[in-house]
């Protein structure tokens, strides 16, 4: 069966520090991954989306990047946190075929101070 | 562009009560709807994805329905309990007949259920 790991659970970090969330996905092969922040009072935003090693598609401009070194690895990094970046980050994941689910991780709680 | 708009935003309601959540999509084009639950500071679980081409789908003491020509899709919870308290979301995708490797979902902001003892 296939599994989504997010790490680390929660993470609290100062303004201006480096941030590095991952993901991987088992028991699959050439995923679709998705990195969505969900901030309070809001609805989920998509941030990027990869359809394969090192395809990114950005979907808002901000102070975020991802990169996808492996074919199930997903990783969200900034250079320099802003308090904005502050919110709940979950990684997804989907397979190619027309209708098929798209399954979550259990989030990352990034509290910027 | 898509948008999804679930109502209501909350719903409080006594245990053994069936009730239904809806939701709204602006662009009918799509092949499926996806609705999830999410647990307080958790991920989403996914609950059932309703193709385009079917009217219902049943997973449990869920049912979920599609109209396309409407934009409506609702979420049926039978005899509710307690543990069906959390926030339900439901989901459509981005792009018009995207399926395949451009597929990406729109979130609504979901409905807050609780359901009381």
């Known amino acids: 069966s296939q599994t989504i790991h997010q790490w680390p659970a929660t993470l609290v970090q100062p303004v201006g520090s480096p941030l590095s969330l991952e993901c991987t996905v088992e028991?699959?092969?050439?995923?679709?991954l998705y990195w969505y922040r969900q901030a309070a009072g809001r609805g989920l935003q998509l941030l990027f989306y990869?359809?394969?090693?090192?395809?990114i598609s950005s979907e808002v401009p901000q102070n975020l990047s991802a990169s996808r070194p492996q074919d199930r690895q997903f990783i969200l990094s900034s250079k320099k946190l802003l308090l904005s970046d502050s919110g709940f980050y979950l990684c997804a994941w989907r397979g190619r075929r027309v209708n098929t689910e798209a399954f979550f991780g259990q989030g990352t709680r990034l509290t910027v101070v | 562009k898509q948008e999804v708009t679930q109502i209501p935003a909350a719903l409080s309601v006594p245990e053994g009560e069936n009730l239904v959540l809806n939701c709204s999509f602006t662009d009918s084009a799509i092949y499926n709807l996806q609705w999830f639950r999410q647990d307080p500071g958790k991920g989403l679980t996914s609950l059932l994805l309703?193709?385009?081409?079917?009217r219902e789908q049943t997973s449990g003491r869920l049912n979920a329905s599609l109209d396309k020509s409407s934009g409506r899709s609702t979420l049926y919870i039978a005899a509710s309990q307690p543990g069906d308290s959390a926030t339900y979301l439901c989901?459509?995708?981005?792009?018009?007949?995207?399926?395949?490797?451009?597929?990406?979902?729109?979130f609504g902001k979901g409905t807050l259920l609780t359901v009381n003892p």
């Open positions: 989901a459509a995708p981005s792009s018009p007949n995207s399926g395949g490797s451009n597929y990406k979902l729109t």
């Open positions: 309703i193709q385009s081409s079917q």
């Open positions: 028991g699959t092969s050439n995923p679709n």
């Open positions: 990869s359809v394969g090693i090192g395809q």
